[in-house]
């Protein structure tokens, strides 16, 4: 991997986030600097309050940094307004959450399309591309299901499903195996490292168990909002 | 996406809590019943009321001596009446044109003398519709002409006076120079309206017997009443009747020449917008708790909506749309549950005589019929339905303003 040319999709340099809390400031971040390419397939672990949510959370524009550059395809987070972020997390961002990440009155094939619809992208598209998806993520003939009739694995893979619809730069995932049974958990990554592979997806997900850790081609540790490990593995 | 798809989930959101939407429909639709209901009541009655005092005074508009309003009295005429009826009839909302001689008279018989209201009349052009009282005659009939010997007397004037059908009374009045003049007439009709006022206070005369006894010219009298076809315009009728109709006189309309009456409505009508803000209060209560209620258990849900890039304005009107649709389909609801009964009071009628009782009742001498009915003005309703929409619409703005403040990484937590 390599020797081809790395384009950087997300970059944070000397990043940090204070979080206050009654009198006492909480670092969740101490300056840390990450660089994510196009393509990668990255897992982000840590123990417990190591700041896994604070960062995918600052890279989704959902948070913001204290101090410290952060950027999504050369766009500088800090130099957009409330709107230019809506639009920031509508095109360039996908999110999945651990769990309940639906929209409880649309049905799934809603679901994987509503990100498409506000972007304003045509009808006709939408459905091949939903069809499509659906299909990779193995929950074809399911389409006109509620949320609440589906298991919450395959409401995470319609949450993956979503996300990939709405061609963004990277796929931020925050624990999305926390919630479902091992197995499941296995399902949810092949279909990942899938989509990864077959389309160039880039993903970054959190996560503390060591056998999701493992699946990932680059891990990232973190510790008290710093990074400790960096390392790539061995394209398997 | 926006309209279409937003509308949708706007749509499908109302309902996930049946109970609670069914429950704010329900009152919107109450509510709209209420007002729709009491408003048409009102409208019904006072259309009624003002017809029935147009009726029996002097029209919907009155032309009379300038000076008669405060100076009541047989000096102060209008000489030129054929000429007045003849323009006034010439404007479209005219329907009938009458001349009258009104005042006040002393009637007497053996038995003794009673003070009371006259009004004298043409016979040949008055019926029902220019004064009520005529279908109320319970014995004899009106004259035959204008220069008939008969009186017409309330029920209970003629008892007083012991006088009978046919029996000869003595009635005495003031001419215009002061001096007291007289004339006979043979009792040739029986009043009774259920309004003691009118039947223990009324006679009806022949226009010209008493022009005659009052030494008037055959073109004068006391006043020309206008009866127009729709009573709200008797202000721009009287406006336009008052650029005809010379210096000496004063056109009127019923509410200036009957005061009391004018006041009573405008009472009633002033009750009738407390009683709909009321139920505007209650309206946006309903909607503003539900809505809220409703947004603070979805603030999960919408801090997901904007991770995934819903803009805080869709969300905003996301919630804005939910509550057009609880305004509509409460609306909606209103009018089914509204139609049937409206349909049977607006033909049928209630009748309320059991607790107003047989005597009936009266307003500042206007009765009241005993039967309520339906009525509304058609503006009036438009009113309720305009109201009811922007009372939804203004309940929603909060909810809706919240809904769009969501900030995911706090809400998103909420599990
Ligand atoms: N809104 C907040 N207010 C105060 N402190 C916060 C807030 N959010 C996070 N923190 C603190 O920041 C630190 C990092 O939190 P973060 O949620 O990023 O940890 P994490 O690595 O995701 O943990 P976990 O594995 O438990 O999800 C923790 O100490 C946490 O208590
Ligand atoms: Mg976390």
């Given amino acids: 991997m390599n020797d081809i040319k ?73 130099s957009l307004n409330r709107r230019e972020l809506s639009i920031m997390r509508r095109d360039s961002i996908g999110f999945v959450f651990q769990a309940y990440n639906l929209i409880p009155v649309l049905t799934a094939y809603e679901n994987a399309e509503i990100v498409m619809s506000l972007q304003g992208i045509a009808a006709d598209e939408r459905r091949n591309r939903v069809m499509d998806l659906l299909s990779e993520v193995g929950l074809e003939g399911m389409e006109d299901r509620k949320p609440h009739q589906l298991s919450g694995g395959q409401q995470q893979r319609i949450a993956i499903a979503r996300a ?30 899938t989509l990864n592979r ?23 540790r973190l510790i008290d909002g710093r990074v400790v490990i960096d390392e790539n593995r061995k394209n398997n | 996406m926006e309209g279409s798809n937003l509308g949708v989930m706007a749509w499908r959101n109302i309902w996930r809590n049946l109970r609670r939407t069914v429950l704010t429909i329900s009152s919107i639709a ?35 001596h300038k000076e008669y309003q405060d100076y009541p009295t047989m000096s102060r005429t209008i000489e030129n009446c054929k000429e007045i009826t003849k323009s006034a009839l010439k404007d ?21 003398s009673y003070g009371a209201g006259f009004m004298a009349i043409d016979p040949l052009k008055e019926d029902d519709k220019t004064l009520s009282i005529i279908k109320n005659i319970v014995k004899g009939s009106m004259f035959a002409t204008s220069m008939d010997r008969g009186i017409i007397l309330g029920e209970r004037l003629a008892k007083n006076l012991g006088a009978k059908m046919g029996s000869k009374v003595v009635y005495t009045m003031t001419d215009r120079k002061g001096e007291i003049v007289r004339g006979l007439a043979h009792v040739s009709g029986i009043i009774r309206t259920g309004a ?26 006391i006043q020309v009443a206008v009866f127009i076809e729709d009573q709200r315009k008797s202000k721009q009728v009287a406006k336009r009747l008052s650029k005809k109709s010379g210096t000496g006189s004063a056109t009127l309309t019923w509410n200036e020449v009957n005061p009391e009456l004018a006041g009573f409505i405008s009472m009633k009508i002033g009750g009738a917008i407390f009683m709909e803000m009321l139920i505007a209060v209650l309206v946006a209560a309903g909607i503003f708790n539900t809505l809220f209620v409703s947004v603070m258990e979805r603030l999960r849900e919408f801090g997901i909506m904007m991770a995934i890039g819903f803009s805080p304005g869709s969300l905003f009107r996301l919630v804005m749309l939910e509550s057009l649709w609880l305004g509509l389909v409460g609306l909606v609801s209103g009018a089914i549950v509204t139609a049937g009964p409206y349909y049977y009071l607006a033909s049928k009628g209630l009748d309320m ?16 019929s005993p039967i309520f009915h339906v009525g509304i003005f058609p503006e009036h309703a438009a009113l309720i339905a305009g109201a009811v929409f922007i009372t939804t619409m203004i309940s929603g703005l909060y909810p809706a303003w919240r809904a769009g403040r969501v900030v995911p990484v706090d809400t998103i937590k909420l599990v």
């Avoid at chain 2, 909302?93 to 001349?99: A, L």
């Avoid at chain 2, 006022?197 to 009298?221: H, M, Q, T, Y």
């Fill in chain 1, 198 to 220: 077959k389309r160039g997806v880039t993903f970054i997900f959190s996560t503390h168990d060591p056998k999701v850790m493992d699946r990932a081609r680059r891990i990232v």
């Fill in chain 2, 353 to 368: 005589t059991a607790m107003i009782g047989e005597g009936g009742s009266e307003v500042a001498g206007v009765a009241i």
């Fill in chain 2, 196 to 221: 003691p006022g009118i039947d223990s206070g009324l006679s009806i005369l022949p226009i010209d017997s008493v022009r005659k006894i009052l030494g008037f010219s055959e073109n004068e009298a």
């Fill in chain 1, 164 to 193: 990939i619809a709405a061609n963004p730069a990277v796929i931020l995932a925050d624990e999305p195996t926390a919630n479902v049974d091992s197995d499941t958990a296995d399902k949810l990554l092949d279909i990942m490292e």
């Fill in chain 2, 92 to 112: 479209k909302q005219v329907k009938h044109v009458v001349t009258r001689i009104t005042g006040h008279t002393m009637i007497s018989t053996a038995k003794g």
């Fill in chain 1, 6 to 78: 790395q384009v950087p999709v997300v970059e944070l340099k000397d990043v940090t986030r204070t979080y206050r809390q009654g009198d006492v400031d909480v670092n969740a971040l101490r300056g840390l600097t990450l660089t994510i390419n196009k393509g990668e397939f990255t897992a982000v672990c840590g123990p417990s309050g190591s700041g896994k949510t604070t960062i995918l959370n600052i890279i989704g524009a959902l948070d913001v940094a204290s101090s410290g550059k952060v950027s999504v395809e050369g766009k500088d987070l800090s």
């Fill in chain 2, 30 to 64: 109450f509510g709209t019943f209420l007002a729709v209901i009491s408003t048409g009541i009102q409208d019904r009655n006072f259309s009624e009321m003002i017809d029935l005092a147009a009726r029996m005074g002097g029209g919907h508009v009155t032309i009379q």
